[in-house]
């Protein structure tokens, strides 16, 4: 790859961050305008549910985005890029069930699903309309 579709390939990917970002922003701006931190705790668990599945959503994309030139490394990839992406929401979840009864109840899980689905459909349209663009063919053929 030329040092101009690296440079366009980092670009797409911070702008598919800063997508996610914003997307996480406005789900946090609804979240407080339909009344979430009048609640007791309510404040905590939506910035708590915010920064889990951020984190994990940004990490996916990221190691999505990272340029693989082997198949069978490109599959590994995207599997590893949903591992990181579902993982931090899941082990959250199940931090809220044993050790965190005060964010559970101010609704921390409802949160992170509603985050996580967010998120994902954002990360989703953003690979159908960003994915790698049709590469000109050489004519070689490549051996595996």
Request: overall charge positive; aromatic content about 6%.
């Amino acid at each position: 790859m030329s040092r101009t579709g690296q440079a366009s390939e980092r670009i797409s990917t911070l702008a598919g961050g800063m997508i996610l970002v914003t997307a996480t922003a406005l789900v946090a701006g609804a979240g407080l305008l339909a009344g979430t931190a009048e609640k007791p705790g309510g404040g905590a668990a939506l910035a708590f549910a915010a920064g889990v599945c951020l984190a994990g959503a940004l990490g996916g994309w990221t190691l999505a985005r990272w340029p693989v030139s082997i198949p069978s490394r490109r599959v590994a990839q995207g599997l590893g890029s949903t591992a990181v992406r579902l993982f931090g929401p899941l082990v959250a979840l199940g931090w809220l069930q044993a050790a965190a009864p005060g964010l559970r109840q101010a609704g921390a899980g409802e949160w992170l699903l509603i985050f996580y689905l967010v998120l994902l459909a954002v990360d989703i349209f953003l690979t159908i309309i960003g994915g790698p663009q049709h590469r000109k063919n050489t004519g070689e053929i490549s051996e595996n």
